[in-house]
C-alpha cells in the first residue's frame, strides 16, 4: 500500500519538486525496474543507510540498484520525501554516488 501511494503521489507532483535534493534532470525520470520503496524512521535509515552515508547528521534515504530491481529506502522525517524519493531513483537508474 504504501508503495502504491508514494508511486501516486510521485507521479502527482513530479514536475513541480523544489530543486534542493531534486537530481539533474539526466537522471530524473520514473524507474523501469521493480522498485520498491521503504518508508522507514532514522533509526532504520541508519540501519540501512549508513554503508552510503559514513558521515553523521540526517539522511534522507539511499539506494541499492541492481539487475532490474531497485530497493530505496526513504527517512520518513526527510524534509522533503518526495524530492528525497526521486533522488534515490536518479540512483537507481545511474546517477553516480559522487555527485555535489
Known sequence: MLRVTMLIMLGLVWPTMAQTLCPPAQWDFPYKGKLTVHQVDHNQIVVHCRANHPFSGMIAGCAYPGRG????????????????????????????????
Open 69 to 100: 530491481a531497485c530497493t530505496v529506502y526513504i527517512n520518513s522525517s526527510a524534509r522533503d520525501p518526495t524530492c528525497a524519493l526521486r533522488h534515490e531513483i536518479a540512483h537507481c537508474n545511474g546517477w553516480p554516488s559522487h555527485h555535489p
